[in-house]
């Protein structure tokens, strides 16, 4: 089974300074990652993903994830955040294999202050 | 073109009564999944299907709830005899084959409230 960790439930910054939304999971299998975006009213809308290859991953709007596997985290990052940020932000891992299932973290909410 | 649709987008009903939830998943595509989300918390996955086939209902909390595909496009959620624990908000995702089967696609989600 997979557990999915993201400590801060809430995120608080300022317009145009850089922000780093922490994730980290448990998994006896390797897996993939991902990181969700939900803005008020509407679904879940995919940021970003890490499948194989070069660890440091890029999105859209800006945002990037970096894979560490020795401390089992993907924390998303961005260099200078906008008002229309303000969202909640999901990071998710599917284990490799055969089952094809999302698990998700609790959550973090993001608020862009002017 | 046309994303994740779901009906109705906001559910009320009395405590022992049925629902049904629907999913238009995206033309084309293979996977179909359902997830239900309480506030403040993640999705958590309930089942999903490959095609018609229910490939895996591990994450139905219960016999009261049930799930299907019967042409693998359209699914429904149904739960009887809901329960004011039902109250959540309901999410169902698709995902094409190939190389982009990694990739859920969300539709926006039923809220359910039991009252």
């Known amino acids: 089974a997979q557990s999915v960790t993201q400590l801060d439930s809430q995120v608080p910054v300022f317009e145009e300074a850089p922000v780093e939304l922490r994730c980290n999971y448990s998994?006896?299998?390797?897996?993939?990652l991902f990181w969700y975006v939900q803005y008020p009213n509407q679904g879940l809308q995919l940021l970003l993903k890490?499948?194989?290859?070069?660890?440091l991953v890029k999105g859209i709007n800006g945002f990037e994830a970096e894979f560490n596997k020795s401390q089992t985290s993907f924390h998303l990052r961005k260099p200078s955040v906008h008002i229309s940020d303000t969202a909640e932000y999901f990071c998710?891992?599917?284990?490799?294999?055969?089952?094809?299932?999302?698990?998700f973290g609790s959550g973090t909410q993001l608020t862009v202050l002017p | 073109g046309a994303g994740v649709s779901q009906s109705p987008r906001y559910k009320v009903t009395k405590r022992g009564q049925d629902v049904a939830l629907r999913c238009d998943p995206i033309?084309?595509?293979?996977?179909l999944y359902w997830y239900r989300q309480a506030l403040g918390q993640g999705p958590e996955f309930l089942t999903y299907?490959?095609?018609?086939?229910?490939?895996?209902k591990s994450g139905l909390p219960n016999d009261r709830f049930s799930a299907e595909r019967p042409e693998g496009s359209i699914s429904t959620l149904t739960i009887q005899r809901t329960e004011q624990r039902d109250s959540a908000m309901y999410r169902c995702?698709?995902?094409?084959?190939?190389?982009?089967?990694?990739?859920?696609?969300f539709g926006p989600g039923t809220r359910l409230l039991v009252l």
């Open positions: 995702a698709s995902s094409p084959s190939g190389r982009e089967a990694e990739t859920q696609y």
């Open positions: 998994s006896s299998v390797s897996v993939y």
């Open positions: 890490y499948l194989s290859g070069s660890t």
């Open positions: 998710a891992v599917r284990a490799i294999g055969s089952a094809r299932q999302l698990t």
């Open positions: 033309s084309g595509h293979v996977s």
């Open positions: 299907f490959n095609y018609e086939a229910q490939q895996d």
